[in-house]
């Protein structure tokens, strides 16, 4: 079972530009998430998706958008990149909220310059 | 700003050790979580402790929460030079959707 799969796994973009990161999943997970992290600063939420056809902010929403496609894909998108958002990006499934364990993809590694 | 706060930030240990970490909260929670995080990959589930348990065990993992102090303790026995990664506590506040993470401890098991 491939889990969670994210892509691109790298990616540098110039300030101003635009990309949309791609994330699946195969376990029929309702919810969804997509998490940054910066060196010690541990994961932060940039949004969440409770259930299919719902997207919720989280922490650090400011400068990204997102899209719950399906039960399998949620994607973020970044409308015009800036250096602040130069870090790793994890998505993340899960079965329900309340605490369920979280399920997370390899990351992609973001630069921007 | 962050809910878990993990301590120490780095441990390196000899194998065969226990290696202990520390996650300490600020509000009140449904359930606890430790995470693994092996270099350049996402982070992998441990184990969850729910708010009206005291200790829970997985294998050579021991986890025990007190929320009178508003902490928890990670505690691997016997511990291998595969061990090494990074340790993340998180929180879930109020049973939604939005678990919060700490900084992470990262531990150096020397073969």
């Known amino acids: 079972n491939a889990g969670v799969t994210q892509t691109p796994k790298f990616q540098v973009l110039k300030t101003g530009q635009s990309m949309t990161l791609q994330c699946a999943q195969d376990?029929?997970?309702?919810?969804m998430y997509w998490y940054r992290q910066d060196p010690g600063m541990g994961l932060r939420l940039i949004y969440y998706s409770a259930s299919e056809g719902t997207t919720d902010k989280g922490e650090v929403p400011n400068g990204y958008n997102v899209s719950r496609l399906n039960k399998r894909e949620f994607s973020l998108r970044l409308e015009s990149a800036a250096p602040s958002q130069t870090s790793v990006y994890f998505c993340?499934?899960?079965?329900?909220?309340?605490?369920?364990?979280?399920?997370f993809g390899n990351g992609t590694r973001l630069t921007v310059t | 700003s962050q809910q878990g706060e993990e301590d120490p930030q780095a441990l390196s240990i000899q194998e065969g050790e226990n290696a202990t970490m520390n996650c300490s909260y600020k509000?009140?929670?449904?359930?606890l979580q430790w995470y693994r995080q092996n270099s350049g990959r996402g982070l992998v589930h441990l184990i969850l402790i729910r708010s009206n348990e005291r200790e829970k065990h997985s294998g050579r993992l021991r986890v025990t929460l007190d929320t009178s102090k508003k902490s928890s303790s990670l505690l691997i026995t016997a511990s291998r030079a595969a061990d090494t990664a990074s340790y993340f506590c998180?929180?879930?506040?109020?049973?939604?959707?939005?678990?919060?993470f700490g900084a992470g401890t990262r531990l150096f098991v020397k073969a």
């Open positions: 998180a929180t879930d506040v109020s049973g939604g959707f939005k678990t919060i």
């Open positions: 993340a499934s899960s079965e329900g909220g309340g605490g369920s364990p979280l399920h």
């Open positions: 376990m029929n997970h309702n919810s």
């Open positions: 509000t009140s929670i449904n359930n």
